[in-house]
């Protein structure tokens, strides 16, 4: 069911300049930067072979990255997988143990479905499973 990493994502605290470093000194394009209310972040996107670099900046001093920022500093914050079955994904994970963030899918960056498996459940690293299929029949 998952079908590829689909991006690394990284807490910083100036989306502005970290764009630029990663343009002059990786000598990559950003692809394009998008807003996601829900989760509180600016984004912006890189392709780096394949996978994405989602660099996320917070729009507020209480969403998750900057309570992320303020505890670790600006670093890698998740590991996203594509999945083809995200419901069947979470259950799979609920299945093995795995701690949910979200119990069903959000809305995420580029239109996508995601949702969050805490980091005590999957090795210390919070993991996203996203897709961009809509939700099943229920």
């Not at 963030?101 to 996203?128: N, Q, Y």
């Amino acid at each position: 069911m998952i079908r590829r990493i689909d991006h690394i994502g990284i807490a910083v605290k100036s989306l502005d300049a970290a764009v630029e470093m990663y343009e002059r000194a990786l000598g990559l394009r950003c692809l394009r930067r998008e807003e996601v209310p829900e989760q509180q972040a600016r984004m912006a996107f890189f392709d780096a072979g394949g996978t994405h670099i989602e660099l996320l900046e917070p729009t507020g001093d209480d969403g998750p990255i900057a309570r992320f920022l303020e505890r670790h500093g600006e670093g890698i914050h998740h590991l996203a997988f594509e999945t083809d079955d995200i419901e069947a994904q979470l259950e799979r994970a609920r299945a093995a143990g795995c701690r949910l963030v979200h119990e069903r899918p959000v809305a995420g960056a580029g239109g996508k479905r995601i949702a969050f498996l805490h980091p005590r459940s999957t090795c210390g690293v919070l993991t996203e499973l996203c897709s961009i299929r809509p939700h099943r029949d229920r």
